[in-house]
């Protein structure tokens, strides 16, 4: 089996890799996928990364991307090279990864020509505005309103968990602007200015006692109706092209292999009574488990690439890359933590931290991931329901009746 992509590709891969390898050490931490404000440092990388089309690289120009044609391989190079280098392959956040993708799709040409150049740039913050008090897995029940009134619509209601909305300048929201419609047809995607008057952010406090995620209230909002993306009323499909946008930024295979390496590397190293973590036999065994799921998860990720080469539907194989891959970096932290026992429950810039307290970091941030976009047993319900076809699962109203 010949797995290489072609003399084209590894030219193409020669100069990424002599570009990262220039920079290594030298280029600005990236931003997590939360989200916040980029630094002058991370601005500036981020500028060099578009000059150069490793960052924004199929954004046409018009928009202020780089204008190269889309080529899978081509992304899935840069990918590879940036990570294995673990050097930073620009900003991300909500943004970037899930907004631009769906202007450029469903926005207007004002809206794209606004919206899109800043945001590239990491100069726009958004915050993703989905999630209600009793909204989430079920979240077409949202009742956030919108109120037509003239020019504008006028907004009441409050979101949760809204990661980095502390930063944020803008919010693409989910608003029921028909009430009387059904669930899912009333619903609009509307981009809410944070700074607007009647806006609220309230941090949350998580048990990491960051406070990442907040709750936004909106007493009586007022945004442009040129700020509603797509037709008034086709919020859900649009929100489903930013949600299956969001659930492709989990499950890089390279990232996946990263922290495979970096864990091996500490197991090599770190000692408990005497042993270092390779040498114990549970934690072995675990890794070995570990790696053949990593592995597994390559493998079905090349299948799916196959699939988008040849143009042909993937199905819900691309679910199963988010529910494998949040719960195997999950995994591998924990393991990571049972490895460094008690240094394993240290936070915050403790002196004996390991790698400046990477492990618990990760731990926590992939338990969240598991959950946010779509938690591990909505994902599950799908893909047995389209994937496999196993009977639906019963409405609780149904159920209870
Ligand atoms: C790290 C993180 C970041 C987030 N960032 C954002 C953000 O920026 N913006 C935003 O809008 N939201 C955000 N969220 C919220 C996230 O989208 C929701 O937490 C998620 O959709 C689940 O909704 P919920 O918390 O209301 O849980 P619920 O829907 O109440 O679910 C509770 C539990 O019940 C299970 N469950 C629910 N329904 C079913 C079912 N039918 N079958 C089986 N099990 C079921 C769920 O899997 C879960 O375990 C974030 C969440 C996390 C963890």
């Known amino acids: 089996m010949d797995l290489s992509y072609g003399e084209a590709y590894e030219q193409f891969r020669a100069e990424v890799r002599a570009f990262v390898q220039e920079h290594t050490g030298r280029a600005p931490e990236g931003l997590g996928v939360m989200g916040g404000r980029s630094s ?11 000059e150069r089309g490793y960052a924004a690289r199929t954004i046409p120009a018009a928009f202020g991307g780089f204008g190269a044609a889309p080529d899978i391989l081509e992304t899935l190079i840069l990918g590879e090279e940036f990570a294995r280098a673990g050097v930073s392959s620009g900003v991300s956040g909500p943004g970037v990864d ?3 993708p769906t202007l450029l799709t469903h926005g207007s040409e004002e809206q794209k020509r606004r919206f899109v150049p800043s945001t590239i740039r990491g100069e726009l913050v958004w915050c993703q505005g989905y999630s ?3 909204s989430g897995s079920d979240l077409a029940s949202l ?3 919108g109120v037509d009134d003239g020019d504008q619509l006028v907004i009441n209601g409050q979101k949760i968990w809204t990661s980095a909305a502390q930063a944020a300048d803008m919010m693409f929201a989910l608003v029921r602007t028909e009430p009387e419609a059904s669930r899912h047809a009333g619903i609009s995607y509307v981009l809410i200015p944070m700074h607007s008057e009647g806006v609220e952010v309230r941090p949350l406090r998580t048990m990491t006692g960051d406070e990442e995620f907040n709750q936004v209230f909106f007493s009586d909002v007022r945004v442009p109706k040129t700020h509603v993306v797509g037709q008034r009323g086709s919020g859900w499909e649009i929100a489903n092209t930013t949600l299956k946008h969001e659930r492709l930024v989990a499950g890089n295979p390279r990232d996946l292999e990263a922290s495979l390496e970096s864990l091996t590397r500490l197991m090599e190293s770190e000692m408990r009574n005497g042993v270092r973590g390779i040498e114990n036999v549970v934690f072995r065994d675990r890794l070995l488990r570990l790696q053949a799921r990593v592995l597994t998860l390559k493998y079905h990720s090349l299948r799916l690439l196959t ?10 194989a691309g679910l199963v890359v988010k529910l494998q891959a949040c719960e195997l970096m999950y995994q591998m932290a924990a393991l990571a933590l049972d490895v460094l026992g008690e240094l394993g429950i240290l936070y915050h810039g403790s002196n004996h ?9 990760e731990y926590m941030t992939w338990i969240g991931f598991i959950i946010a ?6 994902q599950k319900n799908i893909i047995s329901e389209r994937g496999l076809g196993m009977p639906r699962e019963p409405k609780p109203t149904s159920a209870g009746a």
Do not use: F
Request: net charge negative; proline share 7%.
């Open 40 to 50: 002058p440092e991370q601005l500036a990388w981020q500028k060099l990364l578009m």
């Open 98 to 100: 899930m907004l631009v």
């Open 132 to 134: 209600e008090p009793g």
């Open 143 to 145: 009742q956030t309103s």
């Open 307 to 316: 699939c988008e080469l040849h143009n042909e539907p993937e199905g819900v």
């Open 353 to 361: 931290e390991r790698d400046a307290g990477y492990w618990q970091s």
């Open 373 to 378: 976009g779509g938690s591990a047993q909505i």
